[in-house]
């Protein structure tokens, strides 16, 4: 199995479905229940962009830098796609679309295969030592 590659493949697909979630949330702000008042579209969108930066980051400190490193900043990317979660800490899963809870799973499923990976790769990485 080639890892950098699987790896770039699942944070794509991560980067993608945080997105989509990202998206629909910017632009059905108002339909998402009780998000505070000070939450809004440009900052949906701004906080996507400082995630992705984070996932970028950790790609770039894996393949030039240390990999080590690089693995530790993908975790902390991926443990942010759980934050979609918080959405249920301020209103039910049943307040929230069939939409709204799509993107959210989607995200998170898309997170959890790339912690999964990031996990693997370490200790695989551990025991060629």
Not at 23 to 35: C, D, E, F, G, S
Not at 65 to 82: D, H, N, T
Request: glycine letters at 8%; hydrophobic letters at 55%; proline letters at 4%.
């Amino acid at each position: 199995m080639d890892h950098p590659r699987m790896l770039l493949r699942l944070i794509i697909l991560y980067a993608v479905a945080s997105l989509l979630h990202f998206i629909h949330n910017a632009l059905y702000i108002q339909a998402y229940p009780n998000l505070p008042s000070w939450v809004t579209p440009l900052g949906v969108f701004g906080s996507w962009c400082g995630i992705a930066a984070i996932g970028a980051l950790g790609y770039w400190l894996y393949q030039k830098v240390s990999r080590i490193i690089g693995l530790l900043v993908i975790a902390l990317y991926a443990l942010l796609g759980f934050g979609g979660l918080d959405h249920y800490a301020i209103a039910p899963i049943h307040a929230h679309t069939v939409a709204m809870n799509l993107t959210i799973f989607g995200e998170v499923a898309a997170a959890s295969m790339l912690l999964i990976f990031v996990a693997y790769s370490s200790l695989r990485g551990r025991r060629q030592v």
